[in-house]
């Protein structure tokens, strides 16, 4: 049953859907494929890096640090009690290195061959939430119950990825962890009995390693005799795993200071520590493509997770198989004879849909738009005749829920990255 909002608002985020299944999933992708609604599975450039579809990394032509970081605004609205919060969080949202092994190499620039590798960290998901429920007993005495959450996984790896002309596979193994915190408090108002406060708390830690692949393949389009611009097919996946987690569990009486708010432990009623077990998280397959003619591309992506597998110590939750399509676009105008600098910044923008994963609430359907930009970092420098940096931005505004659920969450992020690709990490010339 989801609970009522609490009454004050926190600076840290809070999301009770948070509490179900491993919490909130953190949007995928760098900020260039979230400025053009996610998409990816057909994305290919020499120097964006693109870990959700590791075959991309076979297209890098340049050495690129690549950081990503977001702040996140949440309203969230309740109907029943009626209540709005609103909470703030800002992270990281990945840091990645990827570099070209076959880069000048003539051979490979005959064949049309590439071969890149990255490596990368990123959060998949965030637990965040505290909800306090106010109850009366028999119409003796009234009730208090906190519950608290919070925590997340993360995911560690290293990728690589080859082009063979027109075939690009590639794959990437990394080490995920987290873990999942959650505590139940119990709090008297004694009216008439004298009860002790009580508190449950459980602690899950969780890691494995993972693996997950794709493939891309280009087709050139043509336009009477002439190329007119690249469809590029794409599919990426992950098989469904089970991860190796250890469990604390403490039952505890405490005492409460309303004065300092602080809780001071009285006795343990139970404590159980390092209990194995497994947490099995789903299979994940999307396929999309983009066409990419130059001034303008776009693609379309539709990926499907079957969440009706998940488990937690061997315990279902409520989440259920979902699906996303994800629809973008970008703008380059630079021509030959562009001389201003918004000649030469990218346009993005794009949407996506689809059922959430969690169903706590009902069915939680989601819908969010995006806009962003890429823009170039001109820094000149007498070594370089082109350079590659840039700084991505991006804004999505989304939603998650409607008038059949009791909690419905407006979600904004702006997004801000930088893709450094050139004095840092290129030869020098020296005359």
Request: no cysteine.
């Amino acid at each position: 049953m989801l609970l009522a909002l609490p009454v004050i608002s926190l600076a840290q985020e809070n999301s009770p859907y948070s509490r179900y299944g491993i919490g909130n999933l953190v949007l995928p992708g760098n900020i260039v494929n979230r400025g053009m609604g996610g998409i990816s599975s057909g994305y290919a450039e020499s120097a964006t890096i693109n870990y959700i579809n590791p075959a991309s990394y076979g297209r890098l032509s340049y050495t690129t640090l690549d950081l990503g970081a977001q702040v996140d605004t949440r309203i969230l609205k309740s109907t029943n009690p009626a209540g709005k919060l609103t909470t703030n969080n800002a992270t990281i949202s990945y840091l990645q290195l990827g570099f070209p092994l076959l880069n000048g190499n003539k051979k490979a620039i005959q064949k049309n061959m590439g071969w890149g590798v990255n490596l990368g960290l990123r959060p998949i998901s965030k637990i965040n939430y505290k909800i306090e429920k106010d109850s009366r007993l028999s119409n003796i005495d009234s009730l208090a119950t906190l519950y608290e959450g919070s925590g997340g996984i993360n995911e560690v790896f290293v990728g690589t990825g080859v082009q063979l002309k027109k075939f690009s596979f590639g794959f990437n193994v990394g080490y995920l962890f987290g873990n999942k915190s959650y505590s139940t408090r119990l709090v008297f108002i004694n009216d008439t009995v004298n009860y002790l406060k009580s508190n449950s708390t459980t602690k899950t830690s969780i890691g494995g390693l993972s693996l997950n692949g794709g493939f891309q393949y280009a087709i050139q389009l043509k336009n009477r005799d002439s190329a007119s611009g690249i469809l590029r097919i794409g599919a990426y996946g992950s098989l469904q795993k089970k991860y190796n987690a250890s469990q604390d569990v403490l039952r505890e009486t405490f005492s409460f200071n309303p004065i300092t708010g602080s809780t001071d432990p009285l006795d343990s009623v139970f404590e159980k520590n390092g209990q194995k077990g497994n947490v099995e998280l789903p299979a994940t397959y999307g396929i999309g493509f983009t066409v990419d003619k130059g001034h303008w591309l776009y693609g379309v992506d539709f990926e499907i997770s079957n969440w009706d597998n998940y488990r937690f110590y061997g315990q279902k939750d409520l989440v259920k198989n979902n699906w996303t399509v994800k629809a973008g676009f970008q703008y380059f105008p630079a021509r030959n004879n562009s001389r201003k600098y918004t000649q030469f910044i990218k346009y993005r923008a794009g949407f996506f849909f689809g059922p959430d994963y969690i169903v706590a609430d009902k069915k939680l359907p989601q819908f969010g738009v995006s806009v962003g930009a890429g823009l170039p970092l001109k820094l000149r420098h007498a070594f370089y005749e082109t350079q590659r940096s840039v700084m991505n931005v991006a804004f999505e505004y989304g939603n998650r829920g409607n008038k059949n659920n009791n909690i419905r969450e407006n979600i904004a992020h702006i997004s801000l990255g930088f893709s450094l690709s050139d004095i840092w990490f290129r030869r020098y010339k020296y005359q």
